[in-house]
C-alpha cells in the first residue's frame, strides 16, 4: 500500500501540479483572508445589516411566491456550470408536484435572524470570492485526474505489470492497493485544501457555527436550505468529498482501460468537462443526468439551487443517509468494473 | 523439481505463436534460442502465467501453474523483455516494492535485498533512481529482482538486449553463478550467450522446437556441413542465393565465405570446425540469407 501510495505522490507531475496548486492557492486565500477582514469590518454598521436583511426576506418572500403561483423554476440558478445563466430557459413544473409542496414549505422554513449580516458575510465571501472557489474545486479535480490516470495505465506502458503479475500476491492484491491508495490520495488533497480555506478562518474570526445561517450565504434567499453553518460545512465537506471519491473511481476506471497514462487522461478530462455545460437547452433530461457528475456537485457553491431537487445529488443533499449510499454504491460499481478489466486484461507485450 | 510443458500451442487469430511444444525441464540452465518472431516471448509468457495457452498445458510437480496460481508465483522469478522501472523510484525501494509485491517478510527482505545488490554490483547505486542508471546497471537490477523470492523456476526473456560485450561477460557469469539448483531458461537471439553457461539448448523456429539438446549436440549436427571458401566479389551473389552464409569477410582482392551446406558449394571449399553460431544457422536460417545483424555474436 505505501508504495502505491509512493507512486501517485511522488510522480514528478503530481509533485508539480499539487506544489503549484497549493502555492497559488495559498496565495490567494491570503489575499481573501485580508478581504474577508474588511468585511468584517460590515458587521458593525446597523444600516448595512437591516438592508441585508430586508432584501434577503423579500427574495425568500418573492422566490417562495412564485414557485407557489406557477412551479416556475426558470428563473434559479439551474445546474451546470458552463453557460448556466446565458441559457436560462423558464422551468415549469406542476404546482400541485409533491416536489415543489415541498420546496415551499423549505421556503416557508427558512429563518433570517435579526444579526443575518454578521460573520455570514465573511463565510459568503470566502467561498464566493468571484468564483475562484469553484476554480480552485476544479483545479483539484485536474490533480485527481492527474494523479490516478496513470495508476493502471504506466504499469502497462512501463511492462512492470508482467513483473508484478508473475509475483505471489499478483492481481489481487495489486488491484485493491491501487484503488484503496487512489481514494487516499483524492481523500488527502481535499482533505487538505479544505482545512486550508476553513480552520485559517475559524481561528481568525472566531465564528460562531451555532449562529450563522447558511441561508444567508446564498445570493439573498434563493435557496431554501436552512443549515446552521456548523452544518452547512459537515456537508459541503461530505458531499465535496464523496465527488472527489466519485471522481477519482471515474479516473481509475478509464485508466484500468488504457494502456498509456496519457491516453487516459485525455478521457477522464474530456469526461468532466463533457458534464459541465449547461444543455437543457438540447436535451432537460441529459442535462438532469449530467448534474449528477461531480464536476457538478462541487460546483454547486451559490449553494444548492432549487432545480438541484431534479436532480439525484440535490435530493441526496437533503438526505444525507442517501448521500451515503448513492455515493458508496457508485463507488463500488467503479470499484467492481476495475477489478473486472483488469482481472480480465492481459499483460502488456 | 520439474516443469513439464506439454504440447503447448498459442494462437492469436491466425497467427501461430507457439506450435505444440513439448518438454521437460529440470534444474540447469536452458538457453531458448530463436530468431525474432520464433515465439520464444511467447512461450516464456505461458510458463510464466501470463497468458493461458490455446492448447496444452504447463505443469509444475505434477500441478498445472494455472491451478497451483500464488504457490507456483511462489517459486517464479521472471525478467521480461524490456524490463519495466519506475524511474523516480530508489534502487533499493524499488526492490523494497517488488518483495512486498512478492509476499516477503520486511525483516527477509531487507537483508536479501542487500545481498542481491551486492551480488549484481549495484549496492553503491542503492540510492539512485533507476531512471538514472545506465543500461547495464539496470538488467542486473531486473536480475536482481527477479532473485528476490529465490526461486526455484528462473525466466530471463534477452537479459543481455542492448548491453555492450563487457557488460554481457559480466551477465553472463552472472547468471551462471546464481542458476545453480534452479530450472532457468534464458532467452536470447544472441549465440555466445548461452554458449558457455548452458547445459541444454531450446531451438525454436516459426513456433516449433526444432532442437533440444546439449551445445556440444548442436554443434554436432552439422559436423561436416561447414564450409570455408574463397570467391571473386561478382560470384557472391550466386552463392548466397543457394546457400547459409554464416560469415562474408572481405579480403584484398578476394572473399571469403564461410558456407553451410550439406554438400561442397564450390570445388576449392575446405571443411571448417563448426561453432555454435552456424549450428544455429542451420537450424534458423534460410538460404539466401548471410549470417547479419540478426545472429549477433
Redesign the interface.
Known amino acids: 500500500m505505501k508504495f502505491e501510495l509512493y507512486k501517485i505522490f511522488c510522480r514528478r507531475t503530481t509533485v508539480v501540479i499539487l506544489v503549484m496548486f497549493f502555492l497559488l492557492s495559498g496565495v490567494f486565500m491570503m489575499q481573501s483572508f485580508t478581504d474577508s477582514s474588511e468585511r468584517l469590518a460590515y458587521v458593525s454598521n446597523e444600516g448595512l445589516r437591516q438592508t441585508h436583511i430586508y432584501w434577503a426576506r423579500w427574495d425568500n418572500y418573492n422566490t417562495m411566491s412564485v414557485i407557489e403561483a406557477t412551479g416556475n423554476l426558470g428563473e434559479l440558478p439551474y445546474g451546470g456550470w458552463l453557460f448556466p445563466r446565458e441559457r436560462w430557459i423558464p422551468f415549469q413544473a406542476d404546482v400541485d408536484s409533491p416536489i415543489i409542496q415541498r420546496i415551499v414549505d423549505m421556503y416557508r422554513q427558512v429563518e433570517i435572524p435579526d444579526d443575518a449580516m454578521s460573520y455570514t458575510d465573511v463565510w459568503w465571501h470566502i467561498f464566493n470570492q468571484g468564483g475562484n472557489f469553484i476554480l480552485w474545486l476544479f483545479g483539484l479535480s485536474f490533480i485527481v485526474i492527474i494523479g490516478v490516470a496513470p495508476v493502471f495505465a504506466e504499469e502497462r506502458s512501463t511492462g512492470v505489470d508482467k513483473i508484478i503479475l508473475t509475483s505471489k500476491h499478483g492481481k489481487n492484491k495489486l488491484i485493491a492497493n491501487k484503488i484503496i491508495a487512489s481514494l487516499l490520495f483524492a481523500t488527502v488533497i481535499y482533505l487538505a485544501y479544505f482545512t486550508l480555506i476553513t480552520i485559517p478562518r475559524l481561528l481568525r474570526f472566531n465564528v460562531d457555527l451555532q449562529q450563522v445561517m447558511q441561508v444567508n450565504f446564498a445570493p439573498f434567499s434563493q435557496s431554501p436550505y436552512s443549515y446552521l453553518m456548523s452544518e452547512f460545512l459537515i456537508r459541503y465537506f461530505a458531499v465535496g468529498l464523496l465527488s472527489y471519491l466519485l471522481l477519482c473511481m471515474m479516473g481509475l476506471t478509464i485508466s484500468a482501460l488504457s494502456r498509456n497514462p496519457f491516453i487516459a487522461i485525455i478521457p477522464s478530462l474530456g469526461l468532466f468537462f463533457v458534464t459541465l455545460f449547461d444543455i437543457r437547452f438540447i436535451s432537460v433530461g441529459l442535462h438532469r443526468f449530467f448534474t449528477l457528475f461531480p464536476a457538478n456537485s462541487i460546483g454547486q457553491t451559490d449553494v444548492w439551487h432549487v432545480p438541484d431537487f431534479y436532480n439525484i445529488f440535490g435530493l441526496l443533499i437533503d438526505r444525507p443517509t442517501m448521500t451515503v449510499i448513492f455515493s458508496a454504491v457508485s463507488i463500488c460499481v467503479l470499484a467492481a468494473s476495475c477489478v473486472l478489466i483488469t482481472k480480465r486484461m492481459e499483460a502488456s507485450n | 523439481m520439474e516443469l513439464k510443458i506439454q504440447n503447448v500451442t498459442k494462437k492469436y487469430k491466425d497467427l501461430v505463436a507457439v506450435n505444440a511444444f513439448d518438454g521437460t525441464l529440470t534444474p540447469g540452465i536452458y538457453g531458448l534460442l530463436g530468431p525474432n518472431g520464433a515465439g520464444k ?1 511467447t512461450l516464456l ?1 505461458v510458463v ?4 493461458r495457452p490455446t492448447e496444452g498445458k504447463v505443469l509444475y510437480g505434477n500441478m498445472e501453474i494455472e491451478k497451483l ?2 504457490e507456483y ?2 517459486v ?1 522469478g ?3 523483455q ?5 524511474p ?2 530508489k534502487t533499493e ?1 524499488y526492490l ?3 518483495a ?4 516477503l517478510n520486511p525483516h527477509y527482505a531487507k537483508n536479501k535485498i542487500s545481498s542481491l545488490l551486492e551480488l549484481v554490483g549495484l549496492t553503491e547505486k542503492r540510492k539512485s533512481k533507476v531512471g538514472h542508471l545506465s543500461g547495464g546497471m539496470r538488467q542486473r537490477l531486473g536480475i536482481a ?1 527477479a532473485l528476490l ?1 529465490d526461486p526455484d523456476v528462473l525466466i530471463l526473456d534477452e537479459p543481455t538486449a542492448g548491453l555492450d560485450p563487457e557488460e554481457r561477460v559480466k551477465f553472463r557469469n552472472l547468471i551462471s553463478t546464481i542458476s545453480q539448483e534452479k530450472i532457468t531458461i534464458l532467452s536470447t537471439h544472441i549465440i555466445t550467450d548461452v554458449a558457455y553457461i548452458a547445459s541444454d539448448i531450446l531451438l525454436m523456429k516459426e513456433g516449433h522446437l526444432t532442437f533440444r539438446g546439449s551445445v556440444d549436440a548442436l554443434i554436432g549436427m552439422v559436423q561436416g556441413k561447414v564450409w570455408s571458401t574463397t570467391v571473386e566479389s561478382c560470384e557472391i551473389g550466386g552463392i548466397t542465393k543457394n546457400y547459409i552464409v554464416s560469415n562474408v569477410q572481405n579480403t584484398a582482392d578476394q572473399t571469403e565465405l564461410r558456407i553451410i551446406s550439406g554438400d561442397k558449394p564450390t570445388n576449392d571449399a575446405v571443411q571448417v570446425e563448426p561453432t555454435l553460431e552456424d549450428a544455429y544457422l542451420f537450424y534458423t536460417g534460410e538460404i539466401g540469407t548471410a549470417g547479419g545483424p540478426e545472429n549477433e555474436i
Request: proline share 3%; glycine share 10%; charged share 20%.
Open positions: 516471448t509468457r510464466c502465467a501470463l497468458t496460481g500464488a508465483r511462489k517464479l521472471f525478467m521480461p524490456n524490463f519495466g522501472y519506475y523516480h523510484f525501494r523494497e516494492y517488488i512486498s509485491i512478492k509476499g529482482q523470492n
